[in-house]
Each structure stands twice: as structure tokens, then as C-alpha cells.
């Protein structure tokens, strides 16, 4: 059995937390702020961690585990995102944001155990702790459960590969994402260092915070520190560790922050689903990722990722094939992108990620994003890219992109933006990138999958295009877009094996409409998994609206 670190051990040597006026927090301080969190939790179910003040985030966490309560942790703290994960029995813990639950702002003092279970001793392993989301970087973001296992297991591994003792954290990162939650709260912890609760997002605010707090650990993403450029030459100088994840670091950024700010920058390679899988660090060049402990790295026939980790689900049976593309070398691999990131337009095999770097290479461009958008009739994609600019026009981005890539495989969409809507995470959702081509994508919420069954909730939106003369006056939703827009990606987020291995559905051999669906519906979809088909039931309110089976191969 792995044995984990106390996440609150008496023998803690260094403050746990400084807040937002520089108040210490040491470990006594802490159970103190826990101890009326729990309280108030007392016999509730599974508490729902909705709280903006990152030191109140860490208590109400901490009280949750205290209990041996699952935390869920939602993608964002809009109070109808938090409010669809409040399961039978739940309660939503937060502080001032949100209509109801338990606001911690206003509880009482409560006497406090000098060392609850998880906190002042280790846990098992098995022992879950979380539940949280996928960016939606890719599609609807996804649920996923987290043991202590993976968690604080990795966590440990962090602290010890990068000796963090006494360091003081500062995590721009939003603490409800996984990387957050790891660097910002659990890496702190297992290495004996403080988080610094300040909230900053600017250069100069994250310069004034490090100043003020004595900050030499920051936790970032490559969007924040482009942004960097306009500190000081040497502002970064004397840190102990720049730590980026969430999106690839360009070459440009790293050299900038390098060679004037004075940052060597760890970048973090690794997902929600896998964890943690390998670090580098910009002292020049292009370094190649270097596995992280316990990890081991792989490639197939097709250059696809093996991976052997020990923060894997545990239900996953290793090597676990991921999307990534890499090469392996020595002493680690070279990544290329992902598998789903290489898209077929005009014949061509074209990579999304080299179009985005080779806009962000254009003068006068401060971000980019490219997106394959289906052409109709099955003939493949086609590319649309969003731009943030505001000196270069949709022409000049066309004509940068002509020296690179054949005429038939330029973006066919192409629109420029003051900036991109990336949450403070630096992910940018599908959904918020199709909202700029004024496309609409439906998004189905999971409320139970397992191997055998789902059921979702999906929200058909007015502002869907299929409305649209569909019909003028009395809108309703086609059959073809409920079948592919709302059955078939709620399959595809319970089974999304059923698509890599047979690139979609086979046929449809029944399908049945008994109730038409308009504009602000809300469907739920009933989905039953047997021997290659998947049987489905669309209603509203308890009616039903359609039904039928869709067959896969294999």
C-alpha cells in the first residue's frame, strides 16, 4: 500500500497559509477555520466547493476530507453550473456567491480537533476525494473522480521531485482545476510550503503580490506570461520555480522570460484524466520532456503515447493509449500534438497546433486558435481560426498563412478579436470558439455513466442554426440534428472508446419521434449499452420525444 503524507501534521515546520493582508496561518490557525466548516456540513451528503477567496477554498476543502466527504468541484462558480452538480442530500459550500447553501462567511467559531482523519494522519489510498471536470477544451467537459491514491500521491512526487520546503505559492490558477488544485493547495501542503491566498492576474499584480507576500514559487499558464513582457527586465529574478501548464509554452515566451525577466520556466505536461506525466525546464533550446517519477512513457506503431503511471484510475488497465503523439528519446520524449489535433482538409493531414503557432508567430498577434469544423455531407473538415489582434486584419492573416500550407487547406473561417475568452486557467472551451464564428454547440451534462448505462441532461439552445427557417414562426429541432447533435454526443461523452474504434456509428436501425422539441427545451437522455448497439430514450418532462438504437462496430 502507498503511504501518504498527513496533509496537516502537527510537526509542520512552515505557515500553511498567508491571506490576502498577510496574516499567517499556521497549522493550529487552520483546523480553527476548518472546524465550524464541518460543523456546519454535520450530516449532509457530498458538498459542492464553491468558493472564489482561495483561503476560504482551502478550509471548506479541507473540512469536506475532514469528514470523509467527497468534494465535488465544479468548472466554473456561475450559479447554474454549480447548482446542476447538487446531487440528492448535497449542499453547496461557498462564500457569498451563490443563492443558497452554506455561506462560511457568516459560521460561528466551533472548538476544533487537533487532528481529524486525512489531515493529521495518512489515508487510504482507495479513499476518494474529489470529483472534477475536464476544461471543455476539446467538447463538453467531462466529470472525473479522484482518489487520494492519485492525488496526494502525486502531489508528494511534485514536492519531493522540486524540494519546495518553506517556499512561499502563489497560484494564479483557479484552484476547481486540476492543476490548480494540485500546485495551488495539495503541492503546498505535501512539501511543507505556504500558500500565498492573494488573488492576482495581471503582470503587475502578480509582481506586486510577489514583492509584498515574499513569493518565489508562481504557478501559471503561457497565456498569463505572454503577458509578461511588460514587467520589468529582472522582475522575475530570484524565484525558485515559474511553473506553466495548460497549454504549450511558445519558444519566443520562454526565451522573453528567460533571458529579461530572469525565469527558467517548468512547464507541466499532463491531464485530467492521466494526472501528471512529465516536466521541463526552459534553460534554452527546445528541452524534451522528462517523465515524472513512477511514470514511464511509451510509443505504438502509430507514435501514440503508452502510458504506465501510478495516478492513473485505477480501473484502467496499463499501458493506457492517450491522444498524444510523441517520440521517444533519451532521457525522455519530444511531443507533437495530439492525434485528434491532425485533422484531413483538402486531402491534406494538417496539425490545428502548427497553425496556431504559426499565427502566433505573426507580428501583431497576440493569440490564436484553430478549431476543424465538419464540412456537410461528410467530406471531411475544414478550418476555422480565431485571432486576437488588433492592428492585423482577416486578409493578413490569410496571406501569413499562404507561405506554410497548401491553398486547400487554408482556414476557411477566419475572425479577429481584441482577445480570446480563455478562463483564468488559460483553457479556451469549445463552446466559447464556436460562439466567436456565432456557432452554437449543444452540451450534454452528465448525470450517471457507467460501463452499461448513462443519462444526461442536454438544453437545446434558441440560438442554435438549425432554427432558422426550420420553420419561420414555429421553430423545431430537426430529427437529424437530435439523432447527431444531442443522442450521439451524449454517447460519445459515456463511450468515447465506441468512436475511436470504429470512427462513429455503423447505422441507426430504429428511430422513433413521438414529440417535437423547440427552442429552450430541456431533454434528458436515457442511454443503454449492450453488444455493440446503444438504445436510447429521449424526454421532456417524463414524455417522450424519441427513441431507437444506433449500432457500432465490434
Not at 413521438?514 to 429521449?538: I, M, N, Q, S, Y
Request: hydrophobic share 50%; charged share 20%; net charge neutral.
Amino acid at each position: 500500500m502507498i503511504a501518504l503524507p498527513a496533509l496537516l501534521p502537527d510537526a509542520r515546520c512552515h505557515t500553511v497559509v498567508v491571506d490576502a493582508d498577510g496574516a499567517c496561518i499556521d497549522v493550529a490557525a487552520m483546523h480553527r477555520m476548518i472546524a465550524p466548516v464541518a460543523a456546519a456540513l454535520g450530516a449532509s451528503g457530498a458538498p459542492v466547493i464553491a468558493c472564489a477567496d482561495r483561503l476560504r477554498f482551502v478550509s471548506a476543502l479541507l473540512a469536506a476530507w475532514s469528514l470523509g466527504r467527497v468534494a465535488t468541484l465544479p468548472v466554473n462558480l456561475l450559479p447554474a453550473t454549480v447548482g446542476q452538480h447538487v446531487g440528492e442530500g448535497g449542499v453547496i459550500v461557498h462564500d457569498g456567491g451563490q443563492p443558497s447553501g452554506i455561506d462560511i462567511t457568516a459560521l460561528a467559531s466551533v472548538a476544533a480537533p487537533s487532528s481529524p482523519p486525512l489531515l493529521g494522519a495518512p489515508t487510504d489510498p482507495a479513499r476518494r476525494l474529489v470529483r472534477l471536470f475536464t476544461s471543455g477544451s476539446t467538447g463538453v467537459p467531462k466529470a472525473i473522480d479522484k482518489t487520494a491514491g492519485q492525488l496526494v500521491g502525486e502531489a508528494a512526487a511534485l514536492a519531493g521531485r522540486f524540494d519546495l520546503a518553506g517556499a512561499r505559492v502563489l497560484c494564479t490558477v483557479p484552484l476547481h482545476h486540476i492543476y490548480g488544485l494540485l500546485f495551488g493547495v495539495l503541492v503546498p501542503l505535501c512539501a511543507d510550503a505556504t500558500i500565498v491566498a492573494a488573488s492576482a492576474l495581471h503582470p503587475e499584480a502578480v509582481r506586486a503580490a510577489i514583492v509584498r507576500f515574499g513569493v518565489d514559487v508562481l504557478v501559471t499558464t503561457p497565456a498569463q506570461l505572454r503577458a509578461f513582457d511588460v514587467l520589468d527586465a529582472g522582475a522575475l529574478v530570484g524565484m525558485r520555480r515559474v511553473f506553466s501548464s495548460g497549454a504549450a509554452l511558445d519558444r519566443d515566451t520562454a526565451a522573453m522570460l528567460r533571458e529579461r525577466l530572469g525565469a527558467a520556466v517548468t512547464e507541466v505536461f499532463g491531464t485530467s484524466e492521466t494526472g501528471g506525466v512529465a516536466t521541463r525546464t526552459h534553460r534554452g533550446g527546445d528541452p524534451v520532456w522528462t517523465p515524472l517519477p513512477g511514470v514511464a512513457v511509451a510509443s505504438d506503431g502509430d507514435g501514440r503515447m503508452l502510458l504506465h503511471s501510478p495516478w492513473l484510475d485505477p480501473t484502467l488497465r496499463p499501458p493506457v493509449v492517450t491522444d498524444d503523439r510523441i517520440t521517444a528519446v533519451d532521457g525522455g520524449f519530444v511531443h507533437h500534438g495530439r492525434s485528434d489535433d491532425v485533422v484531413k482538409v483538402g486531402g491534406r493531414r494538417v496539425a490545428l497546433g502548427d497553425v496556431e503557432a504559426k499565427l502566433r508567430a505573426v507580428v501583431g498577434v497576440d493569440d490564436a486558435v484553430a478549431i476543424a469544423l465538419p464540412v456537410g455531407g461528410g467530406h471531411g473538415h475544414a478550418i476555422a481560426v480565431a485571432v486576437a489582434t488588433v492592428t492585423r486584419t482577416a486578409q493578413d492573416i490569410r496571406a501569413a498563412l499562404v507561405p506554410w500550407f497548401d491553398a486547400s487547406a487554408l482556414p476557411r473561417r477566419i475572425v479577429c478579436v481584441p482577445s480570446l475568452p480563455r478562463e483564468s486557467s488559460g483553457k479556451l472551451p469549445r463552446a466559447r470558439v464556436l460562439a466567436l464564428f456565432g456557432d452554437v454547440e449543444l452540451s450534454p451534462v452528465p448525470i450517471h455513466v457507467d460501463v452499461e448505462g448513462a443519462e444526461f441532461e442536454v438544453e437545446i439552445d434558441p440560438a442554435l442554426p438549425c432554427f432558422v427557417g426550420h420553420f419561420p414562426g414555429d421553430p423545431i429541432l430537426p430529427g437529424a440534428v437530435l439523432l447527431e447533435s444531442v443522442v450521439l454526443r451524449s454517447i460519445e461523452h459515456a463511450w468515447p472508446e465506441l468512436f475511436a474504434a470504429a470512427a462513429g456509428p455503423t447505422g441507426v436501425p430504429r428511430a422513433k419521434f413521438t414529440l417535437r422539441v423547440e427552442p429552450g427545451d430541456r431533454l434528458r437522455v436515457r442511454l443503454d449499452r449492450r453488444a455493440g448497439k446503444v438504445t436510447f430514450a429521449v424526454t421532456r418532462d417524463g414524455v417522450g420525444c424519441a427513441s431507437g438504437t444506433f449500432a457500432f462496430a465490434g
